[in-house]
């Protein structure tokens, strides 16, 4: 069997870090025997340039066709002036409606080599591997929502929380799937103490949870979830949670890494699965050839993990992700006296090599 993978370089150090990425990618697949054939596609700022829209029907098209999509990042100053619709993140948006996405997966893993980097003490973030699940489609980002201006009342704003227990079903099984790969269990966040949509979150979650006896299932309210991120990362396993609490505990998790350039994402739905690191274009780093493209490598392993269902090469391409870090080679985000710099071309081969 061969599976299709659509490849979205897009702008700024999109192309540079998707190019080392699909080396590593070709590698691992090589040795797992898993076979892919590869598209490239437009979008974002390249698009716009190309054929006017950051988003074309084509690359839609493909991408609906494909097993998964692999994308760098969109966007930059170049197109910071264009009309709302035509703005280099709406190919973002516009991919994740198509597809259907409503699970964002954001792992963030401390490797040992890296916790010093940590802006948190080192032993107490060493050894910390969290999956963050976070609700992508519905809540309050998608709730309606009012800015009243009254004459000679006080001005007035609401937003609308809503989520029904479908879309919490399918997001908590994907989190009690996804712990089944990991250390089998899932801390589901939510504020139920408050918020009416956080007791049905939670009683739908114990409910779905149910149907995974081998994964434990506990809850945790989000403040106090915030609080545990930086004082004790290492007692989580997978957390899931809505999409206004996933986008700030997410970032939150973020941090605990020690640069952005490390950390990769997935966005799941019922068909192709699309894979990016979190970071965006960087201009301000982009064509010197030092972005650090870890983020977008481990990008590569979880499509193969979740989209290609190729467990090995996943875990082989991290693996070597880890060897390397250990080894001392370091992109120049995270490079220090002592150790071996390398450019981004650079350390995807060498962590080519060490598969
Ligand atoms: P950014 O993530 O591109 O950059 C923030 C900082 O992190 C910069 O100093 C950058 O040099 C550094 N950085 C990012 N990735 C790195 C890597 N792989 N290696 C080393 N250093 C790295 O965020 P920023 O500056 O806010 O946005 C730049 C552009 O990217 C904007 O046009 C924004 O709209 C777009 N963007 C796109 C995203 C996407 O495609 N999913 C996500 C976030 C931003
Ligand atoms: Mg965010």
Same mark, same amino acid.
């Given at each position: 069997?061969?599976?299709?993978?659509?490849?979205?370089?897009?702008?700024?150090?999109? $192309?540079?870090?998707?190019?080392?990425?699909?080396?590593?990618?070709?590698?691992? !697949?090589?040795?797992?025997?898993?076979?892919?054939?590869?598209?490239?596609?437009?979008?974002?700022?390249?698009?716009?340039?190309?054929?006017?829209?950051?988003?074309?029907?084509?690359?839609?098209? !493909?991408?609906?066709?494909?097993?998964?999509? *692999?994308?760098?990042?969109?966007?930059?100053?170049?197109?910071?002036?264009?009309?709302?619709?035509?703005?280099?993140?709406?190919?973002?948006?516009?991919?994740?409606? %198509?597809?259907? *996405?409503?699970?964002?997966?954001?792992?963030?893993?401390?490797?040992?080599?890296?916790?010093?980097?940590?802006?948190?003490?080192?032993?107490?973030?060493?050894?910390?591997?969290?999956?963050?699940?976070?609700?992508? +489609?519905?809540?309050?980002?998608?709730?309606? =929502?009012?800015?009243?201006?009254?004459?000679?009342?006080?001005?007035?704003?609401?937003?609308?929380?809503?989520?029904?227990? $479908?879309?919490?079903?399918?997001?908590?099984?994907?989190?009690?799937?996804?712990? =089944?790969?990991?250390?089998?269990?899932?801390?589901?966040?939510?504020?139920?103490?408050?918020?009416?949509?956080?007791? *049905?979150?939670?009683?739908?979650?114990?409910?779905?949870?149910?149907?995974? @006896?081998?994964?434990?299932?506990?809850?945790?309210?989000?403040?106090?979830?915030?609080?545990?991120?930086?004082?004790?990362?290492?007692?989580?396993?997978?957390?899931?949670?809505?999409?206004?609490?996933?986008? /700030?505990?997410?970032?939150?998790?973020?941090?605990?890494?020690?640069?952005?350039?490390?950390?990769?994402?997935?966005?799941?739905?019922?068909?192709?699965? *699309?894979?990016?690191?979190?970071?965006?274009?960087?201009?301000?780093?982009?064509?010197?050839?030092?972005?650090? @493209?870890?983020?977008?490598?481990? +990008?590569?392993?979880?499509?193969?993990?979740?989209?290609?269902?190729?467990?090995?090469?996943?875990?082989?391409?991290?693996? %070597?992700?880890?060897?390397?870090?250990?080894?001392?080679?370091?992109?120049?985000?995270?490079?220090?006296?002592?150790?071996?710099?390398?450019?981004?071309?650079?350390? !995807?081969?060498?962590?080519?090599?060490? /598969?």
């Amino acid at each position: 069997m061969t599976y299709r993978v659509v490849v979205i370089p897009g702008d700024g150090i999109g $192309p540079e870090v998707v190019a080392a990425a699909l080396g590593v990618l070709r590698k691992a !697949a090589a040795k797992g025997g898993v076979n892919i054939e590869y598209e490239h596609c437009l979008a974002g700022g390249a698009a716009l340039d190309q054929c006017g829209e950051p988003l074309p029907a084509a690359t839609v098209a !493909a991408a609906k066709a494909a097993d998964a999509v *692999l994308l760098g990042a969109v966007g930059g100053p170049k197109w910071d002036g264009v009309a709302p619709h035509l703005r280099a993140e709406k190919a973002i948006l516009g991919l994740r409606k %198509a597809l259907g *996405l409503y699970a964002n997966l954001r792992p963030v893993r401390v490797w040992d080599a890296l916790a010093p980097h940590s802006p948190l003490k080192a032993e107490a973030v060493a050894g910390a591997d969290i999956l963050i699940v976070r609700e992508l +489609s519905g809540g309050i980002y998608y709730g309606a =929502r009012k800015e009243a201006h009254v004459a000679d009342a006080p001005d007035e704003a609401w937003d609308t929380e809503i989520y029904t227990a $479908p879309e919490i079903e399918r997001i908590v099984r994907v989190a009690c799937r996804a712990a =089944r790969l990991r250390r089998k269990r899932v801390t589901s966040v939510d504020k139920a103490n408050v918020l009416a949509t956080s007791r *049905l979150w939670r009683t739908v979650a114990e409910r779905t949870a149910a149907a995974f @006896p081998d994964v434990r299932l506990d809850h945790l309210y989000v403040d106090n979830c915030a609080m545990q991120l930086v004082l004790a990362p290492k007692n989580f396993d997978v957390i899931v949670t809505g999409n206004l609490f996933g986008d /700030i505990l997410s970032d939150e998790a973020a941090v605990l890494a020690g640069s952005i350039g490390l950390l990769p994402s997935a966005s799941l739905g019922d068909g192709p699965g *699309l894979y990016e690191p979190i970071h965006g274009s960087a201009p301000d780093i982009a064509g010197q050839g030092v972005a650090n @493209p870890i983020g977008c490598i481990l +990008s590569a392993a979880m499509l193969l993990r979740h989209s290609l269902d190729a467990k090995a090469a996943a875990d082989a391409i991290e693996q %070597a992700v880890e060897a390397v870090l250990a080894e001392g080679y370091r992109t120049a985000d995270l490079y220090r006296p002592g150790l071996t710099r390398l450019s981004t071309e650079e350390m !995807a081969r060498r962590i080519e090599e060490e /598969i």
